[in-house]
Each structure stands twice: as C-alpha cells, then as structure tokens.
C-alpha cells in the first residue's frame, strides 16, 4: 500500500510557541490530505481537508487561525499549531488520498503526538 | 450529517476463537463506504475491511468478514481465529462519496483484547 510520513513523531514545545507537523506522501501524489486530532481513548475528529495549491475547508468549531494548514505541493502538507497551549496537546493524524489505491482510499499516517508544557 | 454507533466499548476474545464487533449508522444517502480500521498500541490506522454499499455480497479478508444489512443500516465485523496481534482499537467509518476530499466518519471506537 501507499506510505505517508509524518515528522515528527513527537514534539514537546513551551505554551505561546508554534509548531509545524508536516505529512508527506511517500510514493504517490496526494490531491487531497486530511487532518485529524485523536485525545486519549477517543475517536478520530477531522479538523480540515486540504487540496493541493488550495486553502483548507475546516471542520466546524476548528480555529483556523490556530491551526494552520498548508498543502503546497502534491507530496507535502503542513500543519502550524500557533501560539500552542497545554488544551492543544494530542495525538495529531493526517491522511492521504490520491493516485494510490482504490477510490477515495485514505492512507493514514503514523501519528504525531503534541505536548503543550 | 452522518452518525456511527458502537456500543461496545471494550471486549475480550480468547485466542483461537471468534469474536464480532458491531456498528450501526445513520444515513439518508443510498451510496456510500463503510469501513473498519484498526489502530493498534502503535497508533498507527490500518484498514481492515471495505464495503461499498451497492453491493450486496458481504466483504471479506482473511479471516476478517463483515455482515452488512443496508436496510437495518448495521455494520459488524467477523474476526474468525482471533490472534494476540488483532489486539487493538477498531474503528468503524463512514464515506460519502463526493469526490476525491470525500470525508470519512468514525464511530467512538471498541478497544479489543485477545487473551491467552
């Protein structure tokens, strides 16, 4: 199957500071990537969805100016978590869909699990 | 919008033996995905199982099989000769399609332990 890469794996950072995730496609192009915000124990809940060379749609109740998504090539998306504060540690997933595998099939990452001190 | 139930929130299997999950859904789109994930210790989400809903023939993959009743709008999952790897978080999930940002639903969840 496709392969998407998250960097990093982990980051602890110090609250009012931002922090870049980056998801990438390994071995096929992504159209379309997702992110996705999972707390301890719970459900994946889908922030955006972005589109190569377009702004994000995000999910209602998402801030958009603190979550910042940049999807600027068909390999590459970015997320910012701006001004971070100890309510935005979690575990961050994003996925990708694209010229891999069947219709609509997301390819899911493995995770990058923020912590806010 | 789209709804997915799980009612299990957690459930043991010994090894060896069978063990359904179940998920139901709420719709009013007649075509559509639906799926099971697995998110093991490693969180890492890998599909197990799709079924497209103009199908009527039930999905399955190895040992893993699904019983989907459109009509009922109920989803379950089969895992026949549970081993200790199916140990994990699945995850039912529902897609509309609407194109290639076609989003996926996820139900809350049921945590699966296989015991010795």
């Known amino acids: 199957g496709a392969v998407v890469s998250q960097h990093p794996s982990w980051v602890i950072c110090k609250s009012g500071t931002s922090v870049k995730i980056e998801c990438r496609s390994l071995?096929?192009?992504?159209?379309?990537m997702f992110w996705y915000r999972q707390f301890p124990k719970q459900s994946l809940m889908l922030m955006a969805t972005?589109?190569?060379?377009?702004?994000?749609?995000?999910e209602q109740g998402v801030e958009k100016d603190k979550f910042l998504i940049n999807h600027a090539s068909l390999t590459l998306s970015t997320l910012t978590v701006t001004s971070a504060h100890p309510e935005d540690s979690s575990f961050y997933i994003c996925?990708?869909?694209?010229?891999?595998?069947?219709?609509?099939?997301?390819?899911f990452g493995p995770g990058t699990r923020l912590t806010v001190l | 919008a789209q709804t997915v139930t799980q009612s299990q929130p957690e459930m043991s299997v010994q090894e060896a033996e069978t063990v359904t999950l179940s998920c139901t859904y709420d719709?009013?789109?007649?075509?559509?995905?639906l799926f099971w994930y697995k998110q093991p210790p490693s969180r890492q989400m890998i599909l197990v199982i799709r079924?497209?809903?103009?199908?009527?023939q039930n999905a399955t993959e190895n040992r893993f099989s699904v019983n989907f009743q459109k009509a009922a709008k109920s989803f379950s999952l089969k895992i026949s000769d549970s081993q200790l790897g199916d140990t994990a978080m699945y995850f039912c999930?529902?897609?509309?399609?609407?194109?290639?940002?076609?989003?996926?639903?996820f139900g809350t969840g049921t945590r699966l332990q296989v015991t010795l």
């Open positions: 999930a529902f897609m509309k399609p609407t194109g290639t940002a076609s989003k996926l639903t």
């Open positions: 079924q497209e809903a103009y199908k009527q």
């Open positions: 996925s990708a869909t694209g010229t891999s595998g069947r219709y609509n099939e997301q390819f």
């Open positions: 972005s589109n190569e060379g377009s702004k994000a749609t995000y």
């Open positions: 071995d096929f192009q992504a159209t379309t």
């Open positions: 719709t009013s789109e007649n075509n559509y995905y």
